[in-house]
């Protein structure tokens, strides 16, 4: 069974530029998550879908992040424009069953350098 | 806004067993104690989780004090492979987000 899938694995992007980052889950499963560690600090919630709808997206930081999950599979995260302060990694994860039944799987990340 | 006290780090010897500690004194009686990790360039692993019960299974054991106020990651026979950041996480039952904190940082000496 394949993982959770981020791409790209790394991004070099100049301020003021668009990057779109994008997640596969693990087939089938319906909740996704992204996260993100930027430099220096913990790990945070970003938001989370169940199928193609946001159920909490209190943790984006500004409305330069868009997130979709169109048709209820794959994901994107849209930063534009891109800040320094937007660097770092972000990481993706899906589970099966919201709540606590089920873990959640993590992907690789995606390494984002703004310049 | 972690629920969790976890040491900075800490360093292992090969081939011993690893006793990670986690105080989480203020733990509510329906959040789990999980545990993640993550080894360097990776994303978080889930590792084990428990309620009230000392939990094991093919990567680890937790144990739980009767008071749940703190609680212990057993990794019975450390190796190389097991350096990572390990995060002590307390969850609600209904609670899909994770809180990590800053974690400790496991080092396993050959």
């Known amino acids: 069974e394949a993982g959770v899938t981020q791409f790209p694995s790394h991004s070099v992007i100049e301020k003021g530029q668009t990057v779109t980052l994008r997640c596969d889950p693990i087939?089938?499963?319906?909740?996704l998550y992204w996260y993100r560690r930027v430099m220096g600090k913990e790990i945070k919630f970003l938001l989370h879908?169940?199928?193609?709808?946001?159920?909490?997206e209190s943790g984006m930081p500004n409305n330069r992040f868009l997130a979709e999950r169109t048709g209820g599979t794959y994901s994107t995260l849209k930063v534009q424009p891109a800040e320094l302060e937007d660097s770092g990694v972000y990481f993706c994860?899906?589970?099966?069953?919201?709540?606590?039944?089920?873990?959640?799987?993590f992907g690789p990340g995606t390494r984002l350098t703004v310049t | 806004d972690a629920k969790t006290t976890q040491p900075t780090s800490m360093d292992c010897a090969e081939g011993r067993a690893a006793n990670l500690p986690c105080n989480h004194s203020?733990?509510?009686?329906?959040?789990?104690v999980y545990w993640y990790r993550q080894i360097h360039s990776q994303g978080p692993q889930y590792i084990i989780h428990?309620?009230?019960n000392n939990e094991t299974n093919e990567m680890a054991s937790l144990i739980i004090t009767e008071d749940r106020k703190s609680s212990t990651l057993i990794l019975p026979h450390a190796t190389l492979r097991d350096t990572a950041v390990y995060y002590c996480?307390?969850?609600?039952?209904?609670?899909?987000?994770?809180?990590f904190g800053a974690g400790t940082t496991v080092t396993v000496r050959a």
């Open positions: 203020t733990i509510s009686g329906n959040e789990y």
């Open positions: 996480i307390v969850r609600g039952y209904n609670d899909y987000k994770l809180s």
């Open positions: 994860a899906s589970s099966q069953v919201t709540g606590n039944l089920y873990e959640q799987y």
């Open positions: 087939s089938g499963h319906d909740n």
């Open positions: 879908f169940v199928k193609e709808s946001k159920q909490d």
């Open positions: 428990g309620l009230k």
